[in-house]
């Protein structure tokens, strides 16, 4: 198993490029499923969730060719409709195959997904939404099995909850479905919308594209003909990097960012202090007089996103005071808190509240990575703590960011990929 080494590196410069979306590819991917013809999308990231969900389709039959900037899919090929434990419990989001598969071959098998580290993260509201438009669902040893012999029809679905790839699932089975699906409280982060927008331009008609109420008219199981398309940047990615910025109270700049899409980051990191310049398609972060603290509380887009939380409470350790920070979506997320304490942070976790007092001097330890997003928290309090820390299970790391020791590495980051 790899780990990260990563010595302190309180002074970074330069400029880093971001990737493709890991969380608009994956709905993105699945949508070939969909497609009569080869579908072309660049842009792509590379990590081990693309690579995942790839596995998955050409499991199924589906012919997928890596090029040089992404993947051509060709799904005409599908001759199996189930996603198999052994892919699911290691990708959640194999459970985005479900609407497409459905809606195109009339059933699919998805093994169940069960807990995971930052929380229960239950499926029930995409069975839900698919029963009501005509699907029947059993779960069987394990196996969500659905089926739509007739194919599946147009329902108003009201999510209980802003589920993201629930969204994701019904927008991809409504598109094939027969009639009109209106689906409220959808969920509207950037990654939803360009997956609509995808379609919209293959000739679905989707209304209330970024916006809580969706209506798409299905085509009847008439399959898309789906022009290349360029997936949007990771707004994680670029968020994770700005508090690198940011930790170490340095001027870094990012290329390849869509602003608009990281307001509630960039303005928390206005309230504690830093300030931006932007030009057409980077985006520079300048230091803080004083780092000031901070009060978060995560929600949906487009308030501030559960997956820069952990990176956000790395952060606050450097701040001058006390920070509160107010998880909202999962309830199991702040594993990342007791190894940052093993690095001296001052946190004090009270359900899902975080209280931070800093600013501290962390110390470099031996840390474990738990989950995607708490992984990078570890990897910025290494840049700020005393001498080495040694990060543990970076496999989570490399499920999301795509060569993120060379990308530091260009920043000036003293760090390296060792073996255990
Ligand atoms: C997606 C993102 C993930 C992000 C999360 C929240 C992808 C691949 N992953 O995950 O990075 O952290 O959105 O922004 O895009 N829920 C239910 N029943 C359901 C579905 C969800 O109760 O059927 C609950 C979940 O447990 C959670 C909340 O709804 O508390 C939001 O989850 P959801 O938006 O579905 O997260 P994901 O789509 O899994």
């Known amino acids: 198993m790899d780990y990260l080494q990563t010595k302190q590196s309180t002074s970074l410069s330069g ?13 993105l991917i699945a949508m070939s499923i969909l497609a009569k013809n080869r579908v072309t999308i660049t842009n792509l990231p590379k990590v081990a969730d693309i690579k995942t969900l790839l596995q998955l389709l050409t499991n199924l039959g589906a012919e997928c060719v890596f090029i040089d900037d992404g993947v051509t899919i060709d799904t005409s090929t599908i001759n199996k409709t189930t996603a198999t434990y052994d892919i699911v419990r290691t990708m959640r989001a194999s459970i985005l195959i479900l609407g497409p598969i459905l809606s195109r071959f009339g059933h699919c098998e998805v093994s169940l997904p069960g807990g995971c580290a930052i929380g229960q993260r239950p499926v ?10 005509g699907a029947t669902i059993e779960i069987k040893a394990g196996y969500i099995q659905a089926k739509a012999p007739q194919g599946l029809k147009g329902a108003n679905i009201i999510f209980d909850k802003i589920t993201v790839t629930g969204t994701a699932n019904v927008v991809m089975a409504a ?6 699906t209106t689906i409220t409280n959808a969920a509207r982060e950037p990654e939803v919308v360009q997956l609509c927008e995808v379609l919209a331009k293959s000739g679905v008609k989707i209304e209330g594209i970024g916006t809580a109420i969706l209506t798409i008219t299905g085509t009847n199981k008439e399959l898309l003909n789906i ?3 360029e997936i949007i940047p990771d ?13 170490t109270n340095s001027t870094i700049t990012l290329k390849k960012v869509e602003p608009e899409h990281l307001h509630a980051v960039t303005s928390k990191l206005e309230e504690m202090g830093f300030s931006f310049s932007s030009t057409k398609d980077t985006l520079t972060i300048h230091p803080a007089k004083e780092i000031l603290p901070v009060r978060i509380v995560t929600q949906e887009y487009p308030a501030f996103p559960t997956d820069m939380q952990a990176q956000f409470l790395a952060l606050a350790t450097q701040a001058n005071g006390v920070s509160i920070i107010e998880e909202r979506l999962f309830e199991n997320r702040f594993m990342h808190v007791s190894e940052l304490q093993r690095m001296g942070a001052d946190i004090t976790l009270n359900g899902h509240i975080a209280t931070v007092k800093g600013k501290t001097q962390l110390s470099g330890t031996d840390v474990m990575a738990t989950d995607l997003r708490a992984s990078s928290a570890l990897v910025l309090a290494a840049l700020v703590a005393n001498g080495t820390t040694n990060i543990h299970r970076i496999y989570h790391l490399d499920r999301g960011y ?13 760090i390296q990929r060792l073996k255990e």
Do not use: W
């Open 124 to 133: 029930d509201l995409h069975l839900k939404a698919l029963e009501q438009m």
């Open 15 to 27: 400029t880093v490029t971001i990737s493709g979306a890991k969380n608009a590819s994956l709905p």
């Open 235 to 247: 707004r994680i990615e670029a968020g994770t990097y700005l508090c690198a910025g940011a930790i």
């Open 227 to 229: 022009e290349p398309f």
């Open 175 to 180: 598109a094939l479905a027969n009639g009109v």
């Open 402 to 414: 795509v060569e993120l020791e060379k990308k530091l590495e260009t920043l000036g980051v003293d």
